[in-house]
């Protein structure tokens, strides 16, 4: 990245193997059972996607209560620089990143390229859970604008000062499939995409190694599309989380000023009896 570790929100495995002690290091996965559990960086706390960010009966996000039970429990203060990664690409601590941002706590960062770059280097795992001490975190803001709802996107199919990126891939978005194959019980019941969302796959905004591309290369990918500055950006995929990993490269990386992610997306918007659906 061209602005160094200190200010950036990617950090590279270099910085991070030398900060190990000076930060909170989590890594966040879909299933701890095939990454997490088989080795992690060393120090590495665990966040379960499934378990520790989702808000159960309801299909919700957890709440600022669950926010802070979680933090607590993780030994995190609300002083502490934390550092994200996911589990073979960043979809899911992008995600975390963005609940953390929405909890209010700014300090956080993400591993660019992830456990898959980590582990290609070379770098440490290690077995070795971590016995943190609980601390008392304690949320002191609540930034909703980060977040869309169904609502919030259909008042705004026609507005020419919003755009919607759908950042799925291109099977999706043309309505072949209604998932990907390796998630098939979370498919919807129709297929397509939201009208006037042009598709811009998440994977687009990465090397081959998971890491992020230049911010010439990035810029270059969203603005000859459409996707500029000056507009409204709302980002949606199936359950979020691929949303969520465009909308760090957004807001984050590119400094777009207003970019929101609709993680009901498509697994909501492809089961609401009456919504408009193109292919």
């Not at 120090?43 to 379960?48: E, Q, R, V």
């Not at 980590?118 to 930034?143: A, C, F, H, N």
């Not at 980002?235 to 691929?242: D, P």
Request: charged content about 25%; overall charge neutral.
């Amino acid at each position: 990245m061209v602005v160094s570790e200190k200010q950036s929100p990617v950090v590279d495995p270099e910085w991070l193997e030398k900060n190990l002690n000076n930060v909170k290091v989590i890594e966040v996965d879909y299933d701890p059972s095939t990454a997490y559990n088989i080795g992690h960086i060393p120090g590495a706390l665990l966040i379960d996607w499934k378990k520790d960010l989702n808000k159960y009966p309801e299909r919700d996000i957890i709440d600022k209560e669950g926010f802070e039970a979680l933090l607590s429990r993780l030994g995190i203060s609300n002083t502490d620089t934390v550092v994200l990664y996911g589990d073979y690409n960043n979809w899911f601590a992008a995600f975390a990143y963005w609940i953390f941002k929405i909890y209010g706590h700014d300090d956080v960062k993400i591993l660019n390229g992830g456990r898959k770059k980590w582990i290609e280097l070379g770098k440490p795992l290690t077995k070795e859970i971590p016995k943190p001490s609980p601390t008392t975190y304690r949320v002191t803001k609540v930034d909703l604008t980060l977040r869309a709802s169904f609502l919030d996107v259909l008042k705004n199919l026609r507005n020419p000062n919003v755009v919607l990126v759908d950042v799925r891939s291109p099977a999706e978005y043309k309505g072949e499939i209604t998932a990907p194959p390796e998630y098939p019980n979370e498919a919807a019941q129709r297929a397509g995409h939201i009208p006037g969302a042009v598709n811009i796959p998440w994977a687009q905004a990465v090397r081959e190694d998971g890491t992020f591309k230049s911010i010439d290369e990035l810029r270059a990918l969203y603005e000859s599309r459409g996707v500029t500055k000056d507009k409204e950006v709302i980002v949606y995929c199936r359950i979020g989380e691929r949303a969520a990993h465009t909308f760090f490269v957004l807001k984050e990386i590119l400094g777009y000023p207003k970019v929101r992610v609709y993680d009901g997306s498509w697994s909501e918007w492809g089961n609401i009896v009456g919504a408009p659906i193109e292919k």
